[in-house]
């Protein structure tokens, strides 16, 4: 008989999480640790990946910091050497620059497009290899709901999002013989590093609590739940989708509600 209580249980898994230094990377580390996986805390900053992987050994899981640095192929190779074949790779790490993109520079558009697409490329083609190789694994990369609806001064970060999806997909579609799932995963507007600015200005910070349904923003460790679901044989027959953590902000069309 099927164990549905062991759904979500990682024990004897590896994870290898990216950006695990903080904001959905840190809470992501520490919620896969939680349901039993042994997890490679990456980071560029080594400060930062030793401070989660101290916390999650703290609670009395298991966790090794790893300096890992997404523009750089050697350092992606270096860890994949160092870690062999993670079980679940989830990379969370992203860039924007926020601006029309009449006025976005060379400099600007490479820098995006190099963390963002080619950084998530170099990880999803190392370990993806990898995985396909030994016949199974999770792959889960964070996307975002301007995948799916854009706005002023978003259209390079949009693009490399909408992007990240096909990306995955047709990873997905090439791995799923070979064992290896893929999948994305879409938040919503959520506090951390990258939205410090938004959070600034309280207009625009409580412009977008308003656009979702439940009237708020969300804190990284709402995202954990799908990445455990996706990481998990939970999600067993999952693969090549984007899934929405956006508090139902694609589920609704602007911000007036009309007379009814």
Do not use: C
């Amino acid at each position: 008989m099927f164990d549905y209580a062991r759904m979500f249980d990682l024990t004897g898994k590896t994870a290898l999480v990216v950006g695990a230094g903080s904001g959905i990377g840190e809470a992501s580390a520490h919620g896969l640790a939680a349901f039993g996986a042994e997890v490679y805390a990456a980071d560029v900053s080594v400060e930062a990946a030793e401070a989660t992987a101290r916390g999650i050994r703290e609670n009395g899981d298991k966790a090794v910091a790893v300096v890992l640095d997404m523009l750089d192929s050697a350092s992606v190779e270096a860890v994949a050497v160092e870690i062999r074949t993670p079980d679940v790779l989830v990379s969370t790490p992203s860039v924007n620059v926020r601006k029309p993109v009449l006025e976005i520079t060379d400099e600007e558009f490479d820098r995006i497009i190099d963390l963002n697409l080619k950084g998530t490329f170099r990880l999803i083609q190392t370990f993806g290899r990898a995985m396909a190789e030994r016949g199974s694994g999770s792959i889960v990369a964070f996307s975002s709901i301007r995948a799916q609806t854009v706005e002023p001064g978003q259209g390079i970060y949009a693009a490399t999002k909408s992007g990240t999806v096909q990306m995955l997909r047709a990873l997905a579609a090439e791995l799923g013989p070979r064992g290896v799932r893929v999948n994305a995963i879409a938040p919503g507007i959520v506090e951390t590093p990258l939205t410090a600015q938004i959070k600034e200005s309280p207009d625009w910070y409580e412009a977008y609590a308003s656009k979702s349904a439940l009237g708020r923003w969300a804190q990284p460790q709402e995202m954990v739940g799908m990445v455990v679901y996706l990481a998990s044989e939970a999600s067993s027959f999952v693969t090549g989708a984007s899934m929405p953590v956006d508090g139902g902000w694609t589920a609704i069309d602007g911000r007036f509600t009309p007379p009814l």
